[in-house]
Antibody
């Protein structure tokens, strides 16, 4: 049974970099069936897809955030990570890691989610 | 970006009611439409993918239909555990986008 768990600071200062890690258990970030994704949810903007990393290291991210987003993975620890630079109060949200599926599997749906971690941007 | 619009944004219903939620896409997304249920303080959970395929383990009272730009999620007989917020998501093109949600409450 695959389980995802987010970890990282709950409070980040404006202009600094938000860093989160997602630990995958029961599955592998090296699987070519999935896109290891970050999604956030704020009251003002609802659910927003941030980006993903694929097994081969390829990444894709939301153009609205692209210049600030870095997604990486650590195969040895079976983890993937998000860095979001130059944060503002608008980046305050619950951040989820999720497993995105290939179209031929589950039509690109996100089938496994972490529990989410609240990140507040404030001085 | 493809815009996803859900209606209604909230509705009041009773146990046993038939409930229908609509999701509209700003352009055709074929059948690349997925539905999620979210309860307070929890992550969304996948219910239906490819517009109408029920995820394994999801009760058969849930069903989805539609293609192109208009989709519906139907709960045939609302159960107490179904009171939640429902989101649609298009996976036709990146960036993946979600609807604003439909809250089903008593």
């Amino acid at each position: 049974q695959v389980h995802l768990q987010e970890s990282g600071p709950g409070l980040v200062k404006p202009s600094e970099t938000l860093s989160l890690t997602c630990t995958v258990s029961g599955g592998s970030v090296n699987s070519d069936n999935y896109y290891w994704s970050w999604i956030r949810q704020s009251p003002g903007k609802g659910l927003e897809w941030i980006g993903y990393i694929y097994y081969n290291g390829n990444t894709n991210s939301n153009p609205s955030l692209k210049s600030r987003v870095t997604i990486s993975k650590d195969t040895s620890k079976n983890q993937f990570s998000l860095r979001l630079s130059a944060v503002t109060a608008a980046d305050t949200a619950v951040y989820y890691c999720a497993r995105g599926t290939k179209w031929e599997l589950l039509a690109g749906a996100f089938d496994i989610w972490g529990q989410g971690t609240m990140v507040t941007v404030s001085a | 970006d493809i815009q996803m619009t859900q209606s209604p944004s909230s509705l009041s219903a009773s146990v046993g009611d038939r409930v229908t939620i609509t999701c509209r896409a700003s352009q055709s997304i074929r059948n690349y439409l997925n539905w999620y249920q979210q309860k307070p303080g929890k992550a969304p959970e996948l219910l239906i993918y490819a517009a109408s395929t029920l995820r394994s383990g999801v009760p058969s009272r849930f069903s989805g239909s539609g293609s192109g730009t208009e989709f519906t999620l139907t709960i045939s007989s609302l159960q107490p555990e179904d009171f939640a917020t429902y989101y649609c998501q298009q996976s036709y093109s990146t960036p993946d986008t979600f609807g604003g949600g439909a809250k089903v409450e008593i």
